[in-house]
Each structure stands twice: as C-alpha cells, then as structure tokens.
C-alpha cells in the first residue's frame, strides 16, 4: 500500500527561512534598533497567513507550478523557420513564435534583437542557431568571427554544451575556446610543457 506523502518539513523549512530573510532583508534584524521593530512582527504574520492561512502544517501540500506555453508557430510558418537555421535546428518539434521572429530579425532583416522571456523558453536558440547558421555560411578559416560574454561559469558550462552540439548539427567545421579565470596564462603554459 502505498504511503501518503509528507510535506511538513519542507513545508516549515521553507517558511523559517523566507521569513529569516524577508525580515533580515525589510527590516536590518542584524541592527539592535529594529529588534523589536513593529514593522518586523507585521512581516513575520503576513508570512505566516500567506504560507498556512488555515495554520495547518500536518495538511501541507506542494504547490505544483507548470510552465507558461509559450506562443507556438503557425502549421504554415513552421517549416519557413526551421529552414531559416537548418541544420541547426534538429528538434523534434516546432520552434516557438519568438525563436522564430528572433531568427528572422538577425538572420533575414539583419537586426540587433533583446529576447525576454521566461526560463526554459528557448533563449539560448534564440542567438546562437542563427549565429552558427550565419557562421557557417560565411565561414573563414583562421578568423574570430563571435564572442559570447557570461557573468557566471555555469551558465557558460550549459552553454558551451548546447554550443557544442548545435555546431555538430550545422555540419561546419567550427571551433571555439573558452577564457575564464581558470584558463592559464601564457607563462604557465610555458611551464607545462
């Protein structure tokens, strides 16, 4: 038979410390002058009601979120996009609207574009299959022909798989490096070999 789940603890963790940092965040709970602060009590109860309004913590359960649908193409527009950055594009299914209208903007109007949209929409093959298709295409050996900047490693660790496997797909022979804080510097090279 199987067992019901129990989502107490997370449940209590969870509210201990969004209501640890909501009032260390609102209300300077590290200063002496805001301990008793009534703005700091006001804060803990709203947590409290948003978080068990009932105060029933052996009822908790998970509050399961799907993903926005993001705006699919047309039947009639989707073979156009997919040929746009072919063979790039390997999926099984048809590019969303604003992968589409991203691919169009660089690749056919040659315009600069700024993709906002929620994680896991596709951003990524938003700039870099038509960069790949672009490059490939106009390829020339010996040259750098893009740079890719990220404020964090592992974004660019996600992105340089994703990158690795969309320049397979386009058949081309192009290369990239990755220079972050852990690449050695000249002189250590030297030292190595």
Known sequence: MPQEMKFKNIFVNTKEEVKKTLTSLWTGVGSAQFQNNEYKVQITEAIENVFAPDNDTEKAEPLVQSMYKWEGLPQIQQQPAIDLVSPVWNKPF???????????SLLTDKKSIVVTT????????????????????????????????????????????????????????????????????????????
Request: charged content about 30%; proline content about 3%.
């Open 94 to 104: 048809a590019p969303f609207k604003h992968q589409y209208k991203s691919w169009k």
């Open 118 to 193: 929620g994680t896991g929409s596709g951003k990524t093959e938003c700039f870099m299959m038509p960069l790949i298709k672009d490059l490939g295409d106009n390829f020339q050996e010996g040259k750098v022909e893009a740079l890719f900047l990220y404020p964090l490693n592992a974004l660019m660790e996600d992105q340089k798989d994703r990158l690795s496997k969309y320049i397979v797909n386009s058949g081309k022979n192009l290369k990239f490096a990755v220079y972050n804080g852990n690449t050695l510097e000249m002189e250590e090279l030297g030292k190595d070999v």
